[in-house]
């Protein structure tokens, strides 16, 4: 559907062509042809040009219909609706539809009735109607995201007789350095991923478990009394498995962009610019149409 404010009667008669093909899906309701495009010959041999043709298929029967658009800032008169009436006879055509932005005068009304013709209003709802920036609430989308957090806990190395205790919320023992005999730092990283692979396989939940890694070369560790030399250590830590899955809730709504009145059948329609129709009535609040 159109996404700005303004329409133009191309815009209008496209309108009205997807509203009555929506409408009439349920139906059997098929749109023929809309447009400068849809022309026909009737049986005085002149063309006709139909703003918006369908047609529906009664058991073997077929009905068209000719449906004519009027985007202008004056109510329709009783001349569009004589018009109408001799193309249809022209054409064979059973049914007619005068679509009309402004209204029907009263003569218009009362003629169209006499000619069994339906008149519809279609407009763009404005600052002073009722439904301008009204929003209608169509659906209620539910989304559940379901997430597993797993994760090794590292809570302590030892060295030789020295234990290094870490809180294994904030990750540090992944930053804990050791130097070479050159004095470069190394890091114990490689090690203590193998540790969160193994722990991970193991499934054990809250078990405290400790490993054992050989260095592959001496490395030194600085303490109080001097330095340890370390070949091998032992991590300690523990598996946890959190389940984050949460649950979302979204209204989905729309607002109002069009009004639709048909006048003898008593039907008020709504039409947003997303394309979806409501059928406000008397005795139903908001129906969802399509």
Not at 18 to 39: F, H, P, R, T, W
Not at 121 to 148: A, C, M, P, Q
Request: hydrophobic share 35%; with cysteine; charged share 30%.
């Amino acid at each position: 559907m159109s996404k700005t404010s303004k329409i133009n009667w191309k815009d209008y008669e496209a309108i009205t062509k997807y509203v009555y093909e929506s409408l009439g899906a349920q139906y059997g309701i098929k749109i023929l042809g809309y447009g400068n495009a849809c022309k026909l010959k009737g049986k005085s041999g002149v063309m006709h040009q139909i703003d918006v043709l369908t047609e529906q298929l009664d058991g073997t029967k077929s009905m068209r219909t000719a449906i004519e658009c009027k985007y202008c800032k004056e109510k329709a008169n009783k001349d569009i609706v004589m018009k109408l009436s001799e193309t249809m006879l022209d054409l064979g055509i059973e049914k007619g539809i005068i679509v009309c932005k402004s209204g029907f005068t009263k003569d218009t009304v009362m003629y169209a009735e006499h000619k069994g013709i339906k008149l519809v209003k279609l407009w763009e709802v404005g600052e002073s109607h009722v439904d301008y920036k009204k929003e209608i609430e169509f659906g209620t989308l539910d989304i559940r995201l379901n997430i597993t957090r797993t994760r090794a806990n590292i809570t302590s190395i030892t060295f030789v007789d020295k234990t290094i205790h870490f809180d294994p919320l904030k990750g540090a023992a992944y930053l804990f350095n050791l130097r070479d005999a050159c004095g470069r730092e190394v890091n114990l990283k490689p090690y203590l991923l193998k540790f969160a692979s193994e722990v991970t396989k193991r499934r054990e939940v809250l078990k405290n478990i400790t490993l054992d890694y050989s260095t592959d070369r001496k490395l030194f560790l600085d303490v109080e009394n001097g330095v340890l030399v370390i070949e091998k250590f032992s991590v300690t830590g523990f598996l946890t498995i959190d389940d984050l899955s949460t649950k979302k809730y979204f209204t989905l709504t729309d607002q109002v962009w069009m009004i639709m009145e048909e006048l003898f059948d008593k039907r008020r329609l709504s039409l947003s610019k997303s394309g979806l129709i409501w059928s406000v009535r008397e005795t139903d609040n908001n129906i969802l149409v399509k």
